[in-house]
């Protein structure tokens, strides 16, 4: 299934899992990890038989964000993997969701900290579930750094502008509670329950038309900065040839004959 030693990966029927695996450091970012997210959205991608991805963390955390020990000049682990960043000078930011995006659904399942570089990829994801005692922030302010993960931009337009602004200029944490208030977050469920009901989102997801949730999740984000008429016209011309599918005349036979749908990318 592929993987490295910070980054594992696992098939729960149609849904991909990630999990981010250095729990000895809080799922900090190290080269193994941005190696195996990178080419885990890229298996997603290429393999039809995935629908849904889910991204999470080993030992009861998301992601503490960048390695600051590494970047401090102490080492960054996994440095074989360097010639791989060589190779792709981009590789961190595809594997990050700054520099791509999916074409499947990606839910995040989030515990504890999820702060830093770790709110940063949450950004890229599409639909977000936390355990009750998870933490959110973007800290990098704090540090004398700069959240170039992409928050900057993404964030004030995904959650309201002074929630946004607030967040990056104050580098403080937000428990759950408030990450969902404030809409960063959709879901919050007691701790040790975010993959469960991540996987019950996903499978959710699996059961319906996978051209149809594809080319849904690609007309939401292709028309996100577009004026309204332009983006009428880009959701017509993303969504009427999924009309034409079979798996379109398969979903309305089975409805009438009162019976699950089989659809086949068709």
């Known amino acids: ?99 791509h995006r999916p074409r499947k659904p990606v839910i995040a399942a989030v515990e504890g900290h999820c702060v830093a570089g770790g709110t940063e990829i949450l950004q890229g994801t599409d639909i977000r579930v936390a355990g009750e005692s998870a933490v959110f922030g973007l800290f990098e302010v704090a540090r004398g750094l700069f959240p170039i993960g992409g928050s900057t931009v993404r964030l004030p337009r995904q959650i309201p502008r002074t929630h946004a602004l607030e967040m990056l200029l104050t580098g403080r944490p937000y428990p759950a509670s408030e990450a969902a208030r404030i809409g960063l977050i959709g879901h919050v469920v007691p701790d040790g329950g975010a993959l469960a009901k991540a996987l019950e989102i996903a499978e959710r997801i699996n059961a319906c038309g996978p051209l149809a949730v594809e080319a849904v999740k690609a007309s939401v984000h292709e028309s996100a900065d577009l004026p309204e008429a332009d983006g009428l016209a880009a959701e017509l011309a993303r969504g009427w040839p999924v009309f034409d599918t079979a798996d379109a005349k398969e979903g309305a036979r089975a409805f009438a004959e009162k019976r699950p749908p089989v659809f086949r990318r068709a």
């Open 1 to 99: 299934m592929g993987g490295t030693e910070h980054l594992t990966v696992h098939r729960e029927g149609a849904t991909l899992v990630l999990t981010l695996n250095r729990p000895e450091a809080k799922n900090a970012l190290s080269l193994p990890m941005l190696v195996g997210l990178h080419d885990g959205w890229r298996a997603a991608d290429e393999d039809d038989t995935v629908r849904s991805i889910v991204l999470t963390g080993a030992g009861g955390t998301f992601c503490a964000g960048m390695d600051l020990k590494a970047l401090a000049g102490d080492g960054m682990a996994g440095d074989h993997y360097r010639e791989r960043l060589r190779e792709d000078p981009d590789l961190h930011w595809k594997a990050m969701l700054r520099h």
